[in-house]
């Protein structure tokens, strides 16, 4: 789909002096938005596209949006504007500049992007990565919006990155295993904005973690919309889950540590339980997002699950694995949410007990069934849940960061620390440990043992295990 009404977009032509072309993406939103933009850029790559992290070095600039809550959306516009700026002074300056749009604003707003923001090209839904170079070049044409659900997969089209890059990339990386989602939840754009939920088959995503652990990659976080419902074609033919998904990303050398992210309570099955308790390599940690604890409100959610049947996941999951870490999003403010209501979700905090936790007031999205509700509930009444039901959610992380102080546990060490001769790693538990080591660790698993907790991370010492090796 072409919009042509405006005249011809400057083209993207490269550094006035014949320097390479430098691209600049900014990643909005959640962790698939991070993955895609990082195959956005692979996908330019060949074109002689060359990544910045200064956007007004950038003869190509991409916004890769999220349209999750009103905020985010609204951010993106506010940025629009700075770039639209840019834009005139790189122009005044003889260099030409190409706006895209891409993500879930992209595929929610479409033609409307280029009314409201004058500065943009090209306007591209995330099922379109993969020809994201041939619509740049026709964007110097005419600006484009491209929002179509294409038949073909882009992950078939899409190039993987260089050894190099996957290697600059750090030691963990995202992989997409499964898109979109069905579950409807009437708050929810991602159904309309990701379309329907479809799994990659197991052979593709075996090649793509291989790859990345050739690369020096020890930890794949395998994300979808609405991962637990992975049902991906198997190399036999039958049709597999996530956890037997798991059990062969496991057996691939290198690969020490598995994640995954989000999911769905309904689709939270015995078999994949169960891998918390079989699957050395399954990470202690699930984010499972049940967004209230009262019965009314989930029922209105359509989240399809009661408070008391998340109870019970949440005990086997524990049986399974005693360890695990919880996390999950809350929504507050949904339309019709009484004080009483809210006391259920804090109920239901203080019942489970969680690690850590993302909390959002509610914001009606246009075209959601929620949206249509009468009895929104007040900015203030909002406000004051939030808060609420953020002191307690931080009352528990710092409890439970609190209690791993005194242990000794595996840390993947990933990168440089805050300070000279520190390098930073993670926990089992997701958590961020600053740590006195060598650089060359960074890459490695190593005991280490917690020393003491701060506001946002932990800090440890080697143990004497690591220091003798
Ligand atoms: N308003 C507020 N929060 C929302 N989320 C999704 N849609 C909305 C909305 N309309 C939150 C949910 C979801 C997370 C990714 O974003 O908690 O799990
Ligand atoms: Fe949105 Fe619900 Fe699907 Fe999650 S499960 S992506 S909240 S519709």
Redesign the pocket.
Known sequence: MQDNERPAAPPSSGGVDGAPKKVFIKAYGCQMNVYDAERMADALAPEGYAETSEIADADLVILNTCHIREKAAEKVYSELGRVRELKSERAAAGRDTAVVVAGCVAQAEGGEILRRAPAVDLVVGPQSYHRLPELVRQARAARVVDTEFPVEDKFDHLPRASREKMRARGVSAFVTVQEG?????S?????YT?GAESSRPVVKIIADVRALAEAGVREVTLIG??VNAYHGEGPDGATWSLAKLFAAVADIDGIVRIRYS?S?PRDMDEELIAAHRDLPALAPYLHL?V?SGSDRILAAMN?KHTADEYRDIIARVRSARPDIALSS?FIVGFPGETDADFEETLRLVRDVNFASAFFFKYSARPGTPAAALGDQVSEEAKSERLAELQRLLDAQRFAFNEATVGKTTDILFERAGRHPGQIVGKTPWLQAVQVDAPFSLIGEIAPVTITARGSNSLFGALAETAVAA
């Open positions: 989602c069905d579950k409807f939840c708050f929810c754009v991602v159904p990701r919309q609405n989000t769905h997002p967004q989240r999003d």
